[in-house]
T-cell receptor, first 112, second 115 residues
Framework: NAGVTQTPKFQVLKTGQSMTLQCAQDMNHNSMYWYRQDPGMGLRLIYYSASEGTTDKGEVPNGYNVSRLNKREFSLRLESAAPSQTSVYFC???????????FGSGTRLTIV | QKEVEQDPGPLSVPEGAIVSLNCTYSNSAFQYFMWYRQYSRKGPELLMYTYSSGNKEDGRFTAQVDKSSKYISLFIRDSQPSDSATYLCAMSVIFGGTSYGKLTFGQGTILTVHP
């Protein structure tokens, strides 16, 4: 039972480079989310997808784009990485709104 | 002011102690309340889920919600070293509006239970 799988687990980027963080869930959940976690800031929502074919901005969307490729996959893209985007990124999914989330194990991203 | 406030701790207790973790919130539209546990270098995992005022018990864990005071708590009885983790409260509004379905998290409280 894989749950939510995130790749890669670790990544170091140079300022200005781009990359895509991948997320896939095998629980047939409708809703998927991307959060970032920073010390003292807790978990902050970047983007979410309430259902396949829809995406919406969260609390801190600037500098990111997302794609809900299908019901299973939800990717997060950094077009031009900045040191302020150094963080741990978590993908999560839920069966429907207001249900508990299942989180992936995170991607630790460092921008130098 | 943040919608959800949680004392980040750290909190250190001896094995067997009763632990109390708390969150306050300002948005009276919050109706669903959850507690997550996050071990070091892992993703958060759902511990408890409730949508009503009062207490909900699950083994050594009790979640308490007081909507009139906008205050939620998680109690851990007979704490164990394996309970050492960061505990995050989370909440969401009920249907309606533009923010329903999305969780708002507290900062998390770091708990250490020492033998």
């Amino acid at each position: 039972n894989a749950g939510v799988t995130q790749t890669p687990k670790f990544q170091v980027l140079k300022t200005g480079q781009s990359m895509t963080l991948q997320c896939a869930q095998d629980m047939n959940h409708n809703s998927m989310y991307w959060y970032r976690q920073d010390p003292g800031m807790g978990l902050r929502l970047i983007y979410y997808s309430a259902s396949e074919g829809t995406t919406d901005k969260g609390e801190v969307p600037n500098g990111y784009n997302v794609s809900r490729l299908n019901k299973r996959e939800f990717s997060l893209r950094l077009e031009s990485a900045a040191p302020s985007q150094t963080s741990v990124y978590f993908c999560a999914s839920s069966e429907r709104e207001n249900y508990g989330y299942t989180f992936g194990s995170g991607t630790r991203l460092t921008i130098v | 002011q943040k919608e959800v406030e949680q004392d980040p701790g750290p909190l250190s207790v001896p094995e067997g102690a009763i632990v109390s973790l708390n969150c306050t919130y300002s948005n009276s539209a919050f109706q669903y309340f959850m507690w997550y546990r996050q071990y070091s270098r892992k993703g958060p995992e759902l511990l408890m889920y409730t949508y009503s005022s009062g207490n909900k018990e699950d083994g050594r864990f009790t979640a308490q919600v007081d909507k009139s005071s906008k205050y939620i708590s998680l109690f851990i009885r007979d704490s164990q070293p394996s309970d050492s983790a960061t505990y995050l409260c989370a909440m969401s509004v009920i249907f309606g509006g533009t923010s329903y379905g999305k969780l708002t998290f507290g900062q998390g409280t770091i708990l250490t239970v020492h033998p």
